[in-house]
């Protein structure tokens, strides 16, 4: 049973906000949400962890509703560089990414 | 600070020739240790992880072994390539928060 769905992909123009969300309906009470966003032939870099209601950096926003079981990855403002793919994982030792979010920003 | 460190970048093998992919990390202790490949256009596939010295845990079957000698050394390997092992390979470790992840060895199989 996969921990997290996501969207395959989506497109943004430039200069926008992106939401990208994320399902993890079986999360576990001790459970942290973190997302990581990777360029091709990179590995994945952390961006955000959050466990619940709201977790703010320099680069991004995460919203975790009270009932954990979704949450939302906020990009402010994105630019071209930003087209990417982002993983959500919860939990969990394993570290098991799931396909991950191709974002697509466009001019 | 923590560093790690991964080698090759690129590799071409054989078909049916032995593999050995090293990780090693610097600037911390008892970390995590995690062996991932990535087929072009594809999310990224755990294969191996570890918790501690001799530890592995093997997430999928597969041609592929691991083993970790020292407490910041993984190695990743195979006794006879197959062609189904091209991808980009990655090793990362964790702390409490957060992943690090290598700059990733890219194997073509031929």
């Known amino acids: 049973l996969a921990k997290t769905t996501q969207p395959i992909s989506m497109d943004s123009y430039e200069g926008q906000e992106v939401n990208i969300t994320c399902s993890h309906n079986n999360i576990a009470t001790n459970d942290y949400i973190t997302w990581y966003q990777q360029f091709p032939s990179q590995g994945p870099r952390f961006i955000i962890q959050g466990y619940k209601t709201k977790v703010t950096n320099e680069v991004a926003s995460l919203f975790i509703p009270a009932d954990r079981k979704s949450s939302t990855l906020s990009l402010p403002r994105v630019s071209l560089s930003d087209t990417a793919v982002y993983y959500c994982l919860v939990g969990d030792g394993r570290l098991a990414f799931g396909k991950g979010n191709q974002v697509v920003v466009i001019p | 600070s923590q560093t790690i460190h991964q080698w090759p970048a690129t590799l071409v093998q054989p078909v049916g020739s032995p593999l050995s992919l090293e990780c090693t990390v610097e600037?911390?202790?008892?970390?995590?240790l995690y062996w991932y490949r990535q087929a072009a256009g594809r999310g990224l596939q755990l294969l191996f992880y570890?918790?501690?010295?001799?530890?592995i845990s093997s997430e999928v079957p597969q041609n592929l072994s691991a083993s970790r000698p020292q407490d910041r050394q993984f190695i990743l390997s195979s006794k006879k390539l197959l062609l189904s092992d091209s991808g980009f390979y990655l090793c990362?470790?964790?702390?409490?928060?957060?992943?690090?992840f290598g700059q990733g060895t890219r194997l073509t199989v031929v």
């Open positions: 990362a470790w964790s702390g409490r928060a957060e992943a690090f």
């Open positions: 570890s918790v501690g010295i001799g530890q």
């Open positions: 600037g911390t202790s008892n970390p995590n």
